[in-house]
């Protein structure tokens, strides 16, 4: 089993859309979370990351951790043409997640 | 932008030929990784660093090798290069908080 496990889409939305962006991990002691955002041919860029349990807001993103299900979500509000990407979750082991290739059409 | 850049940034090289790739920083972080992305697999650990000549494996190391003389390169090496690992390579760095983490713009290899 991998560390981390993601869907990798793609997944498509209209603009205004909540879009709602999964992983699952297994090993329960990694202790924060990150969410990172990749453009076409370019490298990640650190997103948000959450501490533990619970809810992060920033902006139009939310990030979630489940712990008890070893369960992270990020959710984007309004989603934008220029939240266009790929995002990749990670564990603070520095290990990825495939990565969700999301569109999001005007 | 943080200090992190990658060279070169596209290289087309023959099977069983040599190729080191470079990432350098300013950042004087301490730890600094080497990924490679590909389709369907998103990014795989190849090796990391953890200080000057301290570095171990990761995930996908086999064909692969790596040096750390310096705080501020990572040297990545395919010793002979075959078409498998015709990849994206993007570097890391990463301070002492999680959120000095950055990557690199990516190197391009194509091993025909």
């Known amino acids: 089993q991998k560390e981390v496990e993601q869907d990798p889409g793609p997944l498509s939305v209209p603009e205004g859309a909540i879009v709602s962006l999964n992983c699952t991990y297994s090993?329960?002691?990694?202790?924060?979370f990150m969410w990172y955002r990749q453009y076409s041919r370019k490298g990640p860029e650190l997103l948000m990351y959450?501490?533990?349990?619970g809810n992060k807001e920033d902006g139009r993103f939310t990030a979630q951790v489940d712990k008890s299900s070893k369960y992270i979500s990020l959710f984007i509000r309004d989603s934008q043409p220029s939240d266009s990407a790929t995002y990749l979750c990670?564990?603070?082991?520095?290990?990825f997640g495939a990565g969700t290739r999301l569109t999001v059409k005007p | 932008d943080a200090g992190i850049t990658q060279s070169p940034r596209h290289k087309v090289t023959e099977t069983g030929t040599p190729v080191t790739l470079r990432c350098h920083q300013t950042?004087?972080?301490?730890?600094m990784y080497w990924y490679r992305q590909d389709p369907g697999h998103g990014l795989r650990l190849i090796h990391y660093?953890?200080?000057?000549?301290?570095?171990d494996k990761g995930e996908v190391s086999d064909g692969y090798s790596v040096s750390r003389s310096k705080t501020e390169d990572f040297l990545l090496t395919l010793e002979s290069a075959t078409s498998s690992q015709t990849s994206v390579y993007f570097c890391?760095?990463?301070?002492?908080?999680?959120?000095?983490?950055?990557f690199g713009e990516g190197s391009w290899l194509t091993v025909v």
């Open positions: 990670a564990p603070n082991d520095m290990r």
């Open positions: 090993n329960s002691a990694f202790q924060y």
């Open positions: 959450t501490y533990s349990s």
């Open positions: 950042e004087n972080h301490r730890y």
């Open positions: 660093s953890y200080g000057v000549k301290d570095t």
């Open positions: 890391a760095i990463k301070g002492d908080s999680v959120n000095t983490i950055y």
